[in-house]
């Protein structure tokens, strides 16, 4: 029995760690306890404690109906608090992006302060401008405000460049993976086409064993200018792969 529930748990975790196709994997690489457990993580934060608010009530409300025993009714529930909790995500994670893009920008800006020289005017008054541009951006993503926080660090980004990790045109970026990750949802929301995860995979296979596995905290860079081969390439291997299987060094 001990042995059953440990398997269990296991396949569990690699579902939640996983990207492609796995068993117990639902909408947008999710099943409700992943995401009773990401939304617990993320509300230790005060804007992401904000963010969930229907995702939250829409939980609630599968542990009241399945408490009634309406198995068709808690199915349904789960599913509709999955759609919540997909829409609700995005505008976090993005959140979460400008945080770490304004600590980018102001080591960027330090670098580049001990490179410039103290006596240049120029340069001291690009740095005051950056600086503010920064400041405002913190101010605005601990406030939630995702909009002023991208506008604030596109202002610093215009006036000293893109971050160390960005080309200046936007063409190559770095992604960490966070805890729920797979490459499907990376590719969905850093390419805007969920069947474009090979273009990541083969472009950080120095980091990845497996494309079905991926762990939080690894770091990848994510190209966005593939040529329409390589996406055609990549959309062709990402619908035809075939059945998962971890390290199946395809």
Known sequence: MLKKI???VTLFM???ACGGKSGGVVEDGYSLEAIRALVKGYSKDFCGNKAFVGTKKAIENVDRIEASGDINGTENASNEAIKVFSKEEPPYK?????RKRTQDLKTKLKNMDRNSSSNNMDWRATKTKANKHLQNAKK????????MAQMENNRAQDLIGAPDGVDSKGNM???TVVRGDNLWNISKREL????????IYWGNKDKIKDPDLIFP?????VSKNASQEEKRKATRFSRTRGKWSLYDKK
């Open 217 to 221: 905290g690894q770091v990848f860079g």
């Open 173 to 175: 970026v770095k992604y």
């Open 94 to 98: 993005a959140l979460l992006a400008e």
């Open 140 to 147: 605005a993503s601990d406030a939630c405000n995702l909009k």
């Open 192 to 199: 805007r086409n969920a069947y474009l995860w090979p273009v």
């Open 6 to 8: 440990v398997l269990i």
């Open 14 to 16: 690699f579902a939640v």
